[in-house]
């Protein structure tokens, strides 16, 4: 595959997309304004803000959209519409009583309708940005081992997550609008990272280039706005802190900078159909010493044609109210109907679930 090509199959995903565009459906677990957990199982009536926006986002935008059936019958996958990140702040949950909900919820629903004992829940999924949403499922092994996880905390790595089953979905801190100088921005520095100290990855990287004059290593938070260095920086560093997954990369391309993966065994998300040598670089934890030479070995036709892509990526890393076609929200569905399962059973309903 060229390299230089965004998606690894341009021809297949854009008539594999109109197909499921058309065809697509999703049931979700019907719940009244009236529910005691309604915060935690309805849409919000607000603009996501914050590290976990696309959770929410994601919720607010399938609920109102076309793909939504209230027939079980026609639904190629059922949504379980908990919020992981509401969950954590409500305090009659809270951390600690996380997995005994949803435990409660998934018994609840394989009592109350036929669609999860049909398959085990394969047909069933999930979204959570935080990363405790990792175990969410520690007390419902059948959900955890069948159900799709749609997570921004995507480690291959990590025990729970299952690449190709489950889903990565990009961390995104929405932004407003563009940056009014992203094409015409003179990138002179070599490249930028601003964030905690929280994980040896990080270390590593400030043991190295904290006193750089080409490599911008700054450890903590900025006085300023890090997006005036974004804009002015060729390469944006996406560092493994806590987590494989941090805003930074979404950053990154929302700057039209070109990201810098230092994050082993992340799954990038949207790998299934986005070519990401084609406008980011991936680099062992193992090269951070030589983390410049490695940078400044790139080309300048190589660094133009990948910044390039990275301003033609940057469609698939938004959020919009409403969804647009290729944003966040319609390259996360893309990759659920990549997951719907080939063969249904169909069974007859009554009314009353419906």
Same mark, same amino acid.
């Not at 803000?49 to 959770?55: C, D, P």
């Given at each position: 595959?060229?390299?230089?090509e965004?998606y690894?199959? @341009?021809?297949i995903f854009?008539?594999?997309?109109k197909?499921?565009n058309?065809?697509f #459906?999703?049931f979700?677990?019907?719940? /009244?304004?009236?529910?005691?957990?309604? @915060?935690?199982?309805?849409?919000v009536?607000?603009?996501?803000k914050?590290?976990? %926006?696309?959770?929410?986002?994601?919720? #607010?935008?399938? !609920?109102n959209?076309?793909?939504i059936?209230?027939?079980?019958n026609?639904a190629?996958?059922?949504?379980m519409?908990?919020?992981?990140?509401d969950?954590?702040?409500?305090?009659?949950?809270?951390?600690?009583?996380?997995?005994?909900?949803?435990?409660d919820?998934i018994f609840n629903?394989?009592?109350k309708y036929?669609?999860w @004992?049909?398959?085990?829940?394969?047909?069933?999924f999930?979204?959570a940005? =935080?990363?405790?949403g990792?175990i969410?499922?520690?007390? %419902?092994v059948?959900?955890?081992?069948n159900?799709?996880?749609? &997570?921004?905390?995507?480690?291959?790595? !990590?025990?729970?997550?299952?690449?190709h089953k489950?889903?990565?979905?990009?961390?995104?801190?929405?932004?407003?609008?563009?940056?009014?100088k992203?094409?015409?921005?003179?990138?002179?520095?070599?490249?930028?990272?601003a964030?905690q100290?929280?994980?040896?990855v990080r270390a590593?990287?400030?043991?190295?280039?904290?006193?750089?004059?080409?490599?911008? %290593?700054?450890f903590?938070r900025?006085?300023?706005d890090?997006?005036?260095?974004q804009?002015?920086s060729k390469?944006?560093?996406?560092?493994k802190?806590f987590?494989?997954?941090?805003?930074r990369?979404?950053d990154?391309?929302?700057?039209g900078?070109v990201?810098?993966?230092?994050? @082993? =065994?992340?799954d990038?998300p949207? *790998?299934d159909?986005l070519?990401w #040598?084609?406008?980011?670089v991936?680099?062992?934890y193992?090269?951070?010493?030589?983390?410049?030479?490695?940078?400044?070995?790139?080309s300048?036709?190589?660094y133009?044609?990948l910044?390039?892509n990275?301003?033609k990526?940057?469609?698939?890393? /938004?959020?919009? &109210?409403p969804?647009v076609?290729?944003?966040?929200?319609y390259?996360?569905m893309?990759?659920l109907?990549?997951?719907r399962?080939?063969?249904?059973v169909?069974?007859? *309903?009554s009314p009353e679930y419906?």
């Amino acid at each position: 595959m060229n390299n230089t090509e965004i998606y690894h199959d @341009n021809d297949i995903f854009l008539e594999d997309y109109k197909k499921m565009n058309k065809s697509f #459906k999703i049931f979700v677990y019907p719940h /009244k304004p009236d529910d005691p957990f309604a @915060n935690v199982l309805l849409p919000v009536n607000f603009d996501p803000k914050g590290h976990y %926006a696309s959770e929410l986002y994601f919720k #607010k935008a399938l !609920v109102n959209s076309h793909f939504i059936t209230k027939d079980p019958n026609g639904a190629d996958l059922f949504y379980m519409p908990f919020s992981i990140a509401d969950m954590r702040h409500d305090p009659r949950i809270g951390p600690e009583g996380l997995q005994d909900f949803i435990k409660d919820y998934i018994f609840n629903i394989s009592h109350k309708y036929p669609y999860w @004992n049909r398959t085990g829940g394969a047909d069933h999924f999930y979204v959570a940005c =935080h990363s405790i949403g990792r175990i969410a499922m520690d007390k %419902a092994v059948e959900a955890k081992e069948n159900s799709i996880q749609v &997570v921004c905390s995507s480690s291959y790595f !990590v025990t729970g997550y299952f690449p190709h089953k489950d889903v990565s979905m990009p961390q995104i801190w929405p932004k407003e609008q563009d940056p009014k100088k992203l094409v015409s921005s003179k990138r002179n520095q070599l490249a930028f990272f601003a964030g905690q100290v929280n994980s040896p990855v990080r270390a590593a990287l400030l043991k190295h280039w904290i006193n750089d004059t080409e490599i911008f %290593a700054h450890f903590g938070r900025l006085e300023t706005d890090d997006g005036e260095e974004q804009l002015r920086s060729k390469f944006c560093l996406h560092v493994k802190g806590f987590e494989v997954n941090t805003a930074r990369v979404t950053d990154a391309l929302h700057y039209g900078c070109v990201p810098v993966i230092l994050a @082993n =065994h992340y799954d990038l998300p949207f *790998a299934d159909i986005l070519n990401w #040598k084609s406008f980011s670089v991936v680099v062992h934890y193992m090269d951070i010493p030589v983390l410049k030479k490695i940078l400044q070995g790139i080309s300048l036709e190589e660094y133009s044609w990948l910044q390039s892509n990275v301003l033609k990526v940057r469609q698939h890393f /938004k959020w919009n &109210v409403p969804p647009v076609d290729y944003d966040a929200f319609y390259m996360a569905m893309y990759e659920l109907w990549l997951r719907r399962s080939a063969v249904r059973v169909r069974l007859s *309903a009554s009314p009353e679930y419906i």
